[in-house]
């Protein structure tokens, strides 16, 4: 169903929804765009209306080929939208979720494309700050790159700032404290965790994730619960994937860095990628298994099979959704506003490394579901003999127990009080 949006632009028909609001295929007076409709408790808030028209300029100034234009920014009573060029193709979410993981070529192209689309955003002081698959959009329409690589833009720049910059709770309504923590959890650096302002390194660092997850079909810190995620980020280093380049994974490396100051620029990033482009044709896509998120046996009863009802998010690396049991929507967007975790729940453990991936059927040692059959019955039986081996000391435990008690009663002296007098 069609509706107006401003005295310009039409609506048509739902594209996508994000937890910011709902992108819309449009018509303006210069042809077809896309429509970001904000949701209508934004519209109403005043503050964030006068935020939404001073970023204006900014916004409509990012003028750059890897990056998704903004057009117009439309406040009209209840509506609050951004008009934007229309891409003729999917996000990069949508092809991962098709194809798991990209052969490193391809990879490589895609993220060189969202390193100088960063680098110009970076030049003009605007920070992403929710750099994320979802928000890479493929243009189909593009010529094809090295490894056959659609062109790639970064969209939704000034959304996490816009929507979730710092505001008091309202009355009978949320907001959005000082010490928040603001991003999607997966691809969150760690300044931004313990509270520092977000600077163009923590796009950066986005970025690398997201390369990490191309690469391996898995983000490298991602994986259950939000909180553990967050923690990862701060005390974990990064897990070797086998198979790459060491020039490649130095990059990746270096990019995911803890400090900030150790982090290329993006447009560093995006020249030393295109300079490995070369090196990196015909290589496959990676064939590894994810790491095991829990430290359970896949033969423990406790831990059934099937999965146990533990959501599949927490079963493997990757975005999870934030509220236990929700379903995501279409553009499985997971941005959200979190508390800064206290230092003392960041020190959950000692820095150490991320449970590292394995290539394709590689048994990790101890792992009862990498076990032969044969290993696992004889592990069966020495379970079975300890088992035996206990109850009998319980038994004759018992039995020296009782004869003890027996012969003090026998001996002359020795009296047991009656526990009832």
């Not at 750059?64 to 990069?92: E, F, K, Q, S």
């Not at 100088?116 to 928000?135: C, F, Q, S, T, Y």
């Amino acid at each position: 169903m069609a509706r107006k949006i401003g005295s310009r632009y039409t609506a048509h028909q739902v594209l996508g929804r994000g937890s910011a609001g709902t992108v819309w295929l449009g018509e303006g007076p210069e042809g077809p765009v896309a429509i970001k409709l904000l949701r209508e408790d934004l519209a109403s808030d005043q503050e964030l209306v006068g935020r939404f028209v001073q970023e204006r300029a900014a916004l409509l100034g990012l003028d750059h080929p890897n990056v998704v234009g903004v057009r117009d920014l439309v406040v009209d009573g209840a509506d609050l939208a951004l008009v934007m060029d229309l891409i003729r193709g999917t996000d990069l979410r949508t092809r991962l979720d098709r194809e798991r993981r990209l052969a490193p070529e391809a990879a490589v192209a895609i993220v060189a494309d969202v390193a100088d689309g960063l680098a110009a955003a970076h030049a003009a002081g605007i920070v992403h700050r929710d750099v994320k698959p979802e928000n890479v959009l493929l243009d189909m329409q593009g010529p094809l790159g090295p490894g056959g690589a659609h062109p790639a833009l970064l969209t939704d720049f000034g959304i996490a700032r816009l929507v979730d910059a710092p505001r008091p709770a309202r009355e009978g309504g949320r907001g959005t404290g000082p010490r928040s923590v603001i991003g999607t959890p997966d691809y969150l650096a760690p300044e931004i965790i313990e509270g520092l302002p977000p600077r163009a390194s923590v796009d950066v660092y986005a970025l690398a994730t997201v390369l990490y997850e191309l690469l391996a079909g898995f983000t490298p810190f991602g994986g259950g619960h939000p909180g553990a995620v967050l923690r990862r980020h701060v005390t974990e280093t990064v897990a070797p994937l086998p198979g790459i380049p060491d020039e490649l994974w130095q990059l990746v490396v270096q990019c995911l860095a803890k400090g900030p100051a150790s982090r290329l620029r993006a447009s560093e990033l995006a020249v030393r990628l295109r300079e490995l482009l070369p090196g990196l044709a015909g290589i496959p896509p990676l064939d590894i298994d994810e790491p095991d998120d829990g430290e359970g046996d896949a033969d423990d009863p406790a831990v059934p099979a099937d999965g146990g009802g533990v959501p599949a998010a927490a079963r493997r690396r990757g975005v999870v959704p934030l509220v236990p049991g929700a379903v995501s929507d279409s553009s499985r967007d997971t941005h959200t506003s979190m508390r800064v975790p206290t230092p003392a729940e960041l020190a959950g453990g000692a820095h150490g490394t991320a449970r590292a991936p394995r290539a394709a059927g590689q048994r990790r040692a101890g792992s009862a579901r990498h076990r032969s059959p044969a290993e696992q019955r004889r592990r069966r039986i020495r379970l079975g003999a300890a088992a035996v081996a206990l109850a009998a000391a319980a038994g004759v435990g018992g039995w020296f127990a009782t004869a003890d008690h027996d012969a003090a009663d026998a001996k002359p002296g020795i009296h047991h009080p009656d526990p009832q007098r």
